[in-house]
């Protein structure tokens, strides 16, 4: 959303205009699961090392679970605090990755999966979008505020 929590130091703007005019009305907390967790930005890049039990770690092998599992955690907080319907969250992503996460061995491989983040979010019954998905997320809005009686974005 323009903040410059990746780890690299950098962002990740979603210009979609449907993602624009959620956050002009105010319908959107952005929130970083990482950030929240603890880690610094910039920082190493991290991929889920293994799933059950859960390891994340950066390239050179430091253990960054704890952060990871915290800042899912604190997601969840965050998006039952504030009623939230849904996520959009960075696909690819170790914490936020919907559909594909990276394979964990750092060979810039996908694989089916989801993040921390995105899975705790999800087993909490929010359904998870990626910025890819925008069409299905507005998809999504439109059937929740008709449920809602509330106008959509």
């Known amino acids: 959303m323009g ?4 780890y690299d130091g950098k962002n990740s703007l979603i210009t979609h205009p449907v993602i ?24 190493a890049p991290a991929e889920i090392k293994s799933r059950y039990p859960i390891l994340v770690t950066t390239a050179d092998q430091e253990d960054v679970t704890p952060q990871f599992l915290l800042g899912a955690e604190l997601a969840v ?10 996520a959009v969250l960075k696909s690819n992503s170790p914490s936020c990755g919907n559909r594909e996460i990276y394979d ?4 810039n491989t996908l694989i089916p999966g ?7 979010l999800q087993r909490h019954g929010f359904p ?19 449920s809602m009686n509330r106008h959509s974005a």
């Open 104 to 107: 964990g061995k750092f060979t």
């Open 20 to 43: 624009q005019s959620l956050k002009q009305q105010g319908r959107l907390v952005v929130f970083c699961p990482e950030v929240a967790g603890g880690l610094p930005t910039p920082r």
């Open 114 to 120: 989801s993040g921390v983040a995105a899975s705790e």
């Open 128 to 146: 998870v979008y990626n910025e890819h998905e925008i069409d299905q997320l507005l998809e999504f809005i439109t059937t929740f505020d008709l």
């Open 3 to 6: 903040q410059n929590v990746r």
């Open 77 to 86: 907080e965050k998006a039952q605090e504030v009623g939230a319907c849904c």
